[in-house]
Protein backbone atom coordinates (compact mmCIF):
# COMPACT_ATOMS: atom_id res chain seq x y z
CA UNK A 1 0.00 0.00 0.00
CA UNK A 2 3.00 2.47 0.98
CA UNK A 3 4.02 1.84 -2.65
CA UNK A 4 0.68 2.72 -4.23
CA UNK A 5 0.53 6.15 -2.06
CA UNK A 6 3.69 7.04 -3.38
CA UNK A 7 2.79 6.43 -7.11
CA UNK A 8 -0.26 8.27 -6.46
CA UNK A 9 1.83 11.35 -4.33
CA UNK A 10 4.58 11.35 -7.28
CA UNK A 11 1.85 11.55 -9.70
CA UNK A 12 0.23 14.44 -8.03
CA UNK A 13 3.27 16.44 -7.62
CA UNK A 14 4.55 15.97 -11.27
CA UNK A 15 0.82 17.24 -12.11
CA UNK A 16 1.12 20.12 -9.72
CA UNK A 17 4.80 20.64 -10.97
CA UNK A 18 3.38 20.59 -14.91
CA UNK A 19 0.83 23.25 -13.99
CA UNK A 20 3.15 25.25 -12.25
CA UNK A 21 6.25 25.57 -14.42
CA UNK A 22 3.63 26.63 -18.03
CA UNK A 23 5.27 29.34 -19.50
CA UNK A 24 3.00 32.08 -19.85
CA UNK A 25 0.80 32.38 -23.47
CA UNK A 26 2.24 35.03 -26.15
CA UNK A 27 0.79 37.79 -26.27
CA UNK A 28 -1.89 38.03 -29.74
CA UNK A 29 -0.12 40.08 -32.41
CA UNK A 30 -2.31 42.58 -33.92
CA UNK A 31 -1.40 44.37 -36.89
CA UNK A 32 -1.27 48.25 -36.15
CA UNK A 33 -3.86 50.52 -38.30
CA UNK A 34 -1.12 52.34 -41.32
CA UNK A 35 0.58 55.02 -40.27
CA UNK A 36 -1.62 58.65 -40.76
CA UNK A 37 -0.93 60.05 -43.86
CA UNK A 38 1.49 63.34 -43.54
CA UNK A 39 -0.55 66.32 -42.58
CA UNK A 40 2.51 68.30 -44.32
CA UNK A 41 2.70 69.32 -47.62
CA UNK A 42 6.23 70.58 -48.97
CA UNK A 43 6.91 72.93 -51.88
CA UNK A 44 10.20 71.94 -53.09
CA UNK A 45 13.32 73.83 -54.68
CA UNK A 46 12.31 74.95 -58.18
CA UNK A 47 8.60 73.96 -57.55
CA UNK A 48 7.71 76.54 -60.20
CA UNK A 49 8.34 74.25 -62.78
CA UNK A 50 7.03 71.15 -61.62
CA UNK A 51 3.34 71.03 -62.18
CA UNK A 52 1.74 68.78 -59.99
CA UNK A 53 4.70 67.83 -58.53
CA UNK A 54 5.23 71.28 -57.12
CA UNK A 55 3.37 70.36 -53.24
CA UNK A 56 4.55 67.01 -51.94
CA UNK A 57 2.44 64.69 -51.51
CA UNK A 58 -0.07 65.43 -54.31
CA UNK A 59 -2.71 64.46 -53.70
CA UNK A 60 -3.61 64.06 -50.22
CA UNK A 61 -5.94 62.46 -48.48
CA UNK A 62 -7.20 63.53 -45.00
CA UNK A 63 -9.89 63.24 -42.39
CA UNK A 64 -12.73 66.08 -41.61
CA UNK A 65 -10.63 68.03 -39.08
CA UNK A 66 -7.29 67.36 -40.52
CA UNK A 67 -5.05 70.39 -40.25
CA UNK A 68 -2.73 70.56 -43.14
CA UNK A 69 0.39 72.65 -42.76
CA UNK A 70 2.23 73.78 -46.42
CA UNK A 71 5.45 74.59 -46.27
CA UNK A 72 8.08 76.75 -48.68
CA UNK A 73 10.82 74.88 -49.27
CA UNK A 74 11.84 76.74 -52.07
CA UNK A 75 13.99 80.02 -52.40
CA UNK A 76 11.25 82.08 -54.20
CA UNK A 77 7.39 83.00 -52.75
CA UNK A 78 4.60 80.84 -53.36
CA UNK A 79 1.17 80.49 -52.26
CA UNK A 80 -1.45 77.88 -51.46
CA UNK A 81 -4.78 79.32 -53.02
CA UNK A 82 -7.91 77.04 -53.45
CA UNK A 83 -9.17 77.13 -56.51
CA UNK A 84 -13.01 77.83 -55.05
CA UNK A 85 -11.53 80.91 -52.14
CA UNK A 86 -11.95 78.48 -49.39
CA UNK A 87 -8.49 79.24 -48.24
CA UNK A 88 -5.42 81.34 -49.27
CA UNK A 89 -1.82 81.09 -47.63
CA UNK A 90 -1.25 84.74 -49.05
CA UNK A 91 2.55 84.93 -49.96
CA UNK A 92 4.54 82.24 -48.39
CA UNK A 93 8.65 83.41 -48.42
CA UNK A 94 11.34 80.98 -48.39
CA UNK A 95 10.86 78.87 -44.78
CA UNK A 96 7.52 80.29 -43.95
CA UNK A 97 4.19 78.05 -43.60
CA UNK A 98 0.25 78.40 -43.91
CA UNK A 99 -2.02 75.91 -42.06
CA UNK A 100 -5.85 75.35 -42.53
CA UNK A 101 -8.06 72.81 -41.04
CA UNK A 102 -10.23 70.72 -43.46
CA UNK A 103 -13.97 70.43 -41.98
CA UNK A 104 -15.96 69.20 -44.32
CA UNK A 105 -15.74 66.30 -46.57
CA UNK A 106 -14.88 66.99 -50.14
CA UNK A 107 -12.52 67.90 -53.23
CA UNK A 108 -9.90 70.88 -52.47
CA UNK A 109 -8.31 71.66 -55.64
CA UNK A 110 -5.29 74.70 -55.28
CA UNK A 111 -2.68 76.71 -57.05
CA UNK A 112 0.46 78.94 -56.70
CA UNK A 113 -1.08 82.55 -57.27
CA UNK A 114 2.06 83.43 -58.87
CA UNK A 115 2.86 80.09 -60.72
CA UNK A 116 -0.34 78.51 -61.95
CA UNK A 117 1.32 75.69 -63.18
CA UNK A 118 1.62 74.21 -59.89
CA UNK A 119 -1.25 72.72 -58.51
CA UNK A 120 -2.66 70.27 -55.99
CA UNK A 121 -5.57 68.47 -54.43
CA UNK A 122 -6.59 67.85 -50.70
CA UNK A 123 -9.31 65.24 -50.59
CA UNK A 124 -11.24 65.32 -47.23
CA UNK A 125 -12.42 61.48 -46.79
Known amino acids: ?14 ATA ?5 S ?7 NPSPMPTSNTISIPMNAR ?6 YVPNPVAVAPGTTV ?8 AHTSTSDTRVFDSGTLGAGQSFSFMFQTRGTFTYH ?3 HPGMVGTVTVQ
Not at 1 to 14: C, E, Q, V, W, Y
Request: hydrophobic share 45%; aromatic share 4%; charged share 5%.
Open 69 to 76: TWVNNDTI
Open 49 to 54: NLGTGA
Open 1 to 14: MSTLRMALAAGLIA
Open 18 to 22: ACGSS
Open 112 to 114: CAF
Open 24 to 30: PSSPTVI
